[in-house]
């Protein structure tokens, strides 16, 4: 007869199964042996952890197999792809930092954080419009979805969150994490030389504005030491 598992050894296991679930939606299958084995490797180490370890190093093994599975699958860079493809690609990148900072605007009591948090989903809000606008030009459809490592690292942030809290200083470092994820998105679509134009101009000021975002929070991460 089969025991009932351990519930330390659950703890984490939300996390672990939405990784799995996501992978599956987005075609295992067509993963290479490489990166299946990777996703193997995350589980089995998953497994190995302590409950505290679960919380955190468990997650960010899922996190790294998710992103390298995305990466693995067929990227622009792979595919040498058109603009579309690239403003495409940006987009999930532009949405997260929308969940991103909606969810810092519900999280923060702050009124002068969560004020300045709505003008960044606002402007993350334009942004997206701006792509989309300039994706449909290209012939593509409107892109809302967000990238599964996003998905991922906020369900972890909510399970972090249950168990030690959070205050303005760690939403200021979630957010601070999103906006260099945004930099590096952005670095990535104007690096590939795809974009041209009106387009890779209208990329580049996104791309500016990112950075100075970036800056000011991590001013005001300062002032919460």
Do not use: C, H
């Not at 998710?66 to 990148?93: C, H, M, P, V, W």
């Amino acid at each position: 007869m089969n025991q009932p598992a351990n519930s330390s050894s659950q703890a984490g296991n939300p996390l672990l199964n939405q990784a799995s679930q996501w992978l599956e939606q987005n075609n295992l299958s067509s993963l290479t042996p490489a990166l299946k084995n990777v996703s193997n490797q995350a589980v089995a180490r998953f497994n190995r952890l302590s409950t505290t370890q679960k919380l955190v190093g468990g997650a960010l093994l899922a996190v790294g197999a998710i992103y390298l599975s995305r990466r693995g699958s067929g990227g622009k860079a792979s595919q040498g792809s058109s603009q579309a493809a690239t403003l495409n690609e940006l987009l999930y990148f532009v949405n997260d930092r929308i969940e991103g900072y909606q969810r810092a605007v519900d999280e923060s009591t702050d009124p002068e954080l969560s004020g300045y948090y709505k003008q960044l989903v606002s402007q993350s809000q334009q942004f997206a419009n701006e792509l989309n606008q300039a994706l449909r030009q290209q012939g593509g459809e409107q892109q809302s979805s967000t990238t599964l490592k996003g998905k991922l690292y906020r369900n972890w942030m909510d399970v972090k969150a249950a168990i030690t809290g959070t205050d303005e200083k760690a939403i200021l470092g979630s957010n601070v994490y999103g906006e260099e994820w945004a930099i590096k998105a952005y670095e990535d679509a104007l690096g590939d030389n795809t974009l041209t134009g009106s387009i890779r101009q209208a990329v580049e000021r996104q791309y500016s504005t990112s950075k100075k975002t970036y800056d000011r929070l991590k001013k005001l991460e300062a002032k919460q030491e």
